[in-house]
């Protein structure tokens, strides 16, 4: 069965925003690139709220084509555009995105077919509103969390209007050059 892994760049005290939704203090170095490709590389479907679908959607089609690419920029664009864009939402219209599509409602049941069917793991990037959702319905398997050394005392929180609480265990850490620190956790069932 295909796993529902979340990939998420957080502050040291649980944010993933700041208040107004900036995102400029998330480090990135090649190694931490190089740790996303390795888990974007394990994933054949996207997993998007609204926001961040749109956000996307308005960049990835066309990076590649940039002349200021540089080679991770066509690498993902090349990723990111030829698997399953699947947005989570009521407010989206419409996708323009190749490979993408819409859905509305009965999340638990779409997440029970997409898990069952063949292929890879399905990856929400970012998408703090969705990960709580899916948090509620227990269906996220794997936690790949990028702590970044940096406190921002308020802004929207990862773990934010949990009724209860995840239960985890850590399988893997790693360090990397710009201080952040990837954490990867797998659900207790």
């Known amino acids: 069965m295909r796993k529902i892994v979340l990939l998420m760049h957080v502050s040291i005290d649980g944010f993933v925003a700041g208040p107004a939704g900036e995102m400029d203090w998330i480090r990135f170095s090649g190694d931490v690139w190089e740790y996303v490709e390795s888990i974007t590389g394990e994933a054949d479907t996207a997993l998007y709220g609204a926001n961040t679908y749109a956000m996307m959607e308005s960049h990835w089609p066309t990076a590649a084509d940039a002349p200021q690419a540089t080679k991770r920029d066509i690498d993902h664009a090349r990723w990111a555009n030829n698997v399953e864009q699947i ?16 859905v509305r409602e009965d999340v638990a049941k779409e997440m029970g077919e997409l898990k069952s069917r063949p292929g890879t793991n399905l990856l929400m990037l970012g998408s703090p509103t969705l990960a709580q ?15 970044n050394p940096v406190a921002l005392g308020g802004g929207i929180a990862l773990f934010d209007g949990l009724e209860g609480h995840v239960d985890l265990d850590l399988v893997g850490t790693r360090v990397f050059t710009t201080g952040v620190v990837g954490l990867h956790y797998q659900t207790v069932r």
């Open 133 to 147: 959702s899916f948090m509620r319905l227990e269906p996220i398997d794997e936690f790949r969390l990028n702590v």
């Open 87 to 102: 947005a989570f939402s009521t407010q989206l219209e419409a996708t323009r995105w190749a490979n993408s599509r819409i």
